[in-house]
């Protein structure tokens, strides 16, 4: 925990270091949230198919989400999407002749009902 989920284009297979971002992120976003670095997991998903407004062909995206743990302060959830939007378009770059999208969404997970287990 956190968690941090990243949906993009299958265009963007090539153009997106998804090894470098998650690297950064797990060194740089802990300290908005005080959370550890070893705290942070991100899994990565291609998204083969999609549609955006209307008739948008040219347009490819990257849709981040990052679920932490309930008790933070609003401005330090504010400053956490901001921190991972920069650290991303950094690390993935548009396909020629296409646009690009990179959206963050930073989220609380009730801390009474998060569970997990490790061994």
Known sequence: MPFVTVEYSERLAATFDRRAFAREVHEVAPAPINASTEAFKTRFRRIEESYFGADEDDLDAVFIQVAILSGRTPEAVEKLAGTV?????????????RRLHIMVEAREMERDFYRAHKE
Do not use: N, P
């Not at 939007?85 to 002749?97: D, F, T």
């Open 85 to 97: 939007l920069e650290i991303a378009r950094k690390h993935v770059s548009g396909v020629e002749g």
